[in-house]
């Protein structure tokens, strides 16, 4: 099993960035793929991005694609969303998971742990 926990959420200018954290616990970290998804009050939760385990592929949600950057460091267990040209229609808790689909997945039904979130408020 897998604990996840994010941080690095907060208030922040349209224009701003924010980076943030997801720690894993467990020594199977490396052979999960790490997705960022988010909800918006009164909307569905949505994908943000995705990383393979090694970190080497990624995949971005097009509304985020160029202003997002997802990455991981393994012997840390941890996962990380940069964030920058903040909108303020990125205001949202903003969630990690795991998955061990055989490929890169948007769908959140592939993702078996998830985190609590972190909220994320961008203001204009």
């Known amino acids: 099993q897998v604990q996840l926990v994010e941080s690095g959420g907060g208030l922040v200018q349209a224009g701003g960035s924010l980076r943030l954290s997801c720690a894993a616990s467990g020594r199977t970290f490396i052979t999960y793929d790490m997705g960022w998804f988010r909800q918006a009050p009164g909307k569905e939760r949505e994908f943000v991005t995705a990383i393979n385990w090694s970190g080497g592929s990624t995949y971005y949600a097009d509304s985020v694609k160029g202003r997002f950057t997802a990455s991981r460091e393994n012997a840390k267990n941890t996962v990380y969303l940069q964030m920058d040209s903040l909108k303020p229609e990125d205001t949202a808790v903003y969630y990690c998971?795991?998955?061990?689909?055989?490929?890169?997945?948007?769908?959140?039904?592939?993702?078996?742990?998830w985190g609590q979130g972190t909220q994320v408020t961008v203001s204009s």
């Open positions: 998971a795991a998955s061990r689909s055989l490929t890169l997945s948007r769908d959140s039904r592939d993702y078996m742990y």
